[in-house]
T-cell receptor, first 112, second 110 residues
Framework: ETGVTQSPTHLIKTRGQQVTLRCSSQSGHNTVSWYQQALGQGPQFIFQYYREEENGRGNFPPRFSGLQFPNYSSELNVNALELDDSALYLC???????????FGPGTRLTVT | EDQVTQSPEALRLQEGESSSLNCSYTVSGLRGLFWYRQDPGKGPEFLFTLYSAGEEKEKERLKATLTKKESFLHITAPKPEDSATYLCAVRGRLDYKLSFGAGTTVTVRA
C-alpha cells in the first residue's frame, strides 16, 4: 500500500451536478497529480499541483479544477457533470525532484 | 505529443508459461519509462522505472528492459497471482505528466 488515500470510494451523481473528490498525500510527497481513467483505457492526466499552485494541465476543460492544501492534501472539483465524466479518478503523489508517482486507490464516479 | 502503445491488449497464459509484454513509445527527451500493475477497480501499483536504453530492472518473476523505442516486461514462470493489467507510461523532458498506454491484461490459469 502506498499511503495515498482517496475519498469517497464510490459516488453516483446526476448530469449537471457538481462533485468534489479528495486525496491525502504520503509524508513528504508535496506534488499531487490527478488522472481520469475510463474503462479499458490508461489514465489520462488532468492536472498537477505543487506548493498549492497548479503547474501543469492536460486536455481537460476549465470545469475541472483543483486545490492543494498546506498539508499537501488535494481536491478535484468537477462542475456541470456530463455522462462522459463517468470514470475512475486517481490521484498520484511524488517527492519533489523525484519521478516516480504513487497512486491512490481511486474514486469511481458514475454520472447518470 | 508523447505516445505509448502497448501490445498485446490481452494475454492468456498457463501457469509457468513465460511471456513478454511490449511497450512502444515516442517521447521528446525521455525522463523515465514506468511500469505499473493494476488490479480491477484499484489504483496502479508502481513496479519499475527505467531511465536509459540498455537498463534492466527485476522484481520477483518480472523483468523490465528498455531500448530507445520500446520496453519489454518479461514474466517468467507466472503464477495466477500475476494476473492483472500492466500499464506502461513515459515522462518526457518538457513535461511533468505521465502519458500512459492502454495496458495489457494478463490472465494466468492454474
Amino acid at each position: 500500500e502506498t499511503g495515498v488515500t482517496q475519498s469517497p470510494t464510490h459516488l453516483i451523481k446526476t448530469r449537471g451536478q457538481q462533485v468534489t473528490l479528495r486525496c491525502s498525500s504520503q509524508s513528504g510527497h508535496n506534488t499531487v497529480s490527478w488522472y481520469q481513467q475510463a474503462l479499458g483505457q490508461g489514465p489520462q492526466f488532468i492536472f498537477q499541483y505543487y506548493r498549492e499552485e497548479e503547474n501543469g494541465r492536460g486536455n481537460f476543460p476549465p470545469r475541472f479544477s483543483g486545490l492543494q492544501f498546506p498539508n499537501y492534501s488535494s481536491e478535484l472539483n468537477v462542475n456541470a457533470l456530463e455522462l462522459d465524466d463517468s470514470a475512475l479518478y486517481l490521484c498520484a503523489t511524488k517527492l519533489a525532484g523525484g519521478y516516480e508517482q504513487y497512486f491512490g486507490p481511486g474514486t469511481r464516479l458514475t454520472v447518470t | 505529443e508523447d505516445q505509448v502503445t502497448q501490445s498485446p491488449e490481452a494475454l492468456r497464459l498457463q501457469e509457468g508459461e513465460s511471456s513478454s509484454l511490449n511497450c512502444s513509445y515516442t517521447v521528446s527527451g525521455l525522463r523515465g519509462l514506468f511500469w505499473y500493475r493494476q488490479d480491477p477497480g484499484k489504483g496502479p501499483e508502481f513496479l519499475f522505472t527505467l531511465y536509459s536504453a540498455g537498463e534492466e530492472k527485476e522484481k520477483e518473476r518480472l523483468k523490465a528492459t528498455l531500448t530507445k523505442k520500446e520496453s519489454f516486461l518479461h514474466i517468467t514462470a507466472p503464477k495466477p497471482e500475476d494476473s492483472a493489467t500492466y500499464l506502461c507510461a513515459v515522462r518526457g523532458r518538457l513535461d511533468y505528466k505521465l502519458s500512459f498506454g492502454a495496458g495489457t491484461t494478463v490472465t494466468v490459469r492454474a
